[in-house]
């Protein structure tokens, strides 16, 4: 197999249903940054007209809010397999993982790095994982207290608004730069055919989830890129 047809090769990296959980989360997400623009700052009151005034922006926020609810559930029960390996590698943290971070500085920055094996999720996905989880747990606590502050207390519902600022700041960060490093980064843009079609680039997925790669290819799932025939092929 010659390179070029190695980097044509393409292999199943995320299931059907983590697709369309992660389209609705980012739409979603979007969808509540924008019209909650609005209503956080009188800055940006020339959206209103566009979103049907404050209540038109309200309701769509809240439907919004509870579209941002559902890829969890889409993803736990059309792959409930998929959503436990990524839990598993949430809590799963080993000297690699470690490693990962000072050679990732330096990769980010231009220098030369040393790669070091990953699983499914590298060191940076997990963090990013975790921080996005976070970020959700704490709008959508949040957010049910201010939608329905008759059911809580007083306090609570100051603390939901303040929490909710907190989630809206931090989680705006994050998707910034998961968003830097997927779509716009060099060493990590191939891999955003993933979150699109499922599939990604062989040879990039080998090279940044070696473990994860080698394990498939022993299953028989992933062609061998190194195999022998494959090295006869190129020179042929």
């Known amino acids: ?79 409930p397999k998929g959503f436990m390996n990524w839990m598993r590698e949430l809590v799963t943290w080993k000297k690699r993982d470690l490693q990962f971070f000072s ?36 709008l959508i606590a949040s957010g049910f207290t201010m939608w329905f502050p008759d059911l809580f207390p007083t306090a609570l519902v100051q603390w939901g608004y303040f929490l909710h600022n907190v989630g809206f700041g931090l989680g705006f960060a994050v998707v910034l730069g998961h968003i830097y490093l997927s779509v716009i980064h060099k060493h ?22 070696t473990e994860w790669y080698e394990e498939e290819v022993k299953k028989g799932n992933f062609p061998d890129l190194d195999d022998p025939k494959n090295k006869k092929n190129k020179g042929a």
């Open 188 to 209: 990590s843009r191939p891999g955003f055919t993933g979150v699109i079609t499922g599939k990604v680039p062989a040879e990039w997925a080998k090279s940044h989830y």
């Open 1 to 79: 197999m010659s390179k070029t047809q190695n980097s044509q090769v393409q292999v199943k990296r995320f299931s059907k249903a983590f697709v369309v959980a992660h389209a609705i989360n980012g739409i979603a997400f979007i969808g509540l940054y924008i019209t909650a623009l609005p209503m956080y700052t009188e800055f940006f009151d020339w959206l209103y007209p566009l979103l049907g005034g404050p209540e038109g922006a309200r309701l769509a926020h809240r439907v919004l809010a509870v579209a941002f609810i559902l890829p969890t559930f889409i993803f736990l029960i059309f792959d």
């Open 103 to 138: 050679e990732f500085v330096k990769e980010l920055f231009g220098f030369k790095s040393k790669h070091v094996k990953q699983t499914f999720f590298n060191a940076g996905e997990k963090i990013n994982s975790i921080l996005q989880i976070v970020c959700a747990i704490l």
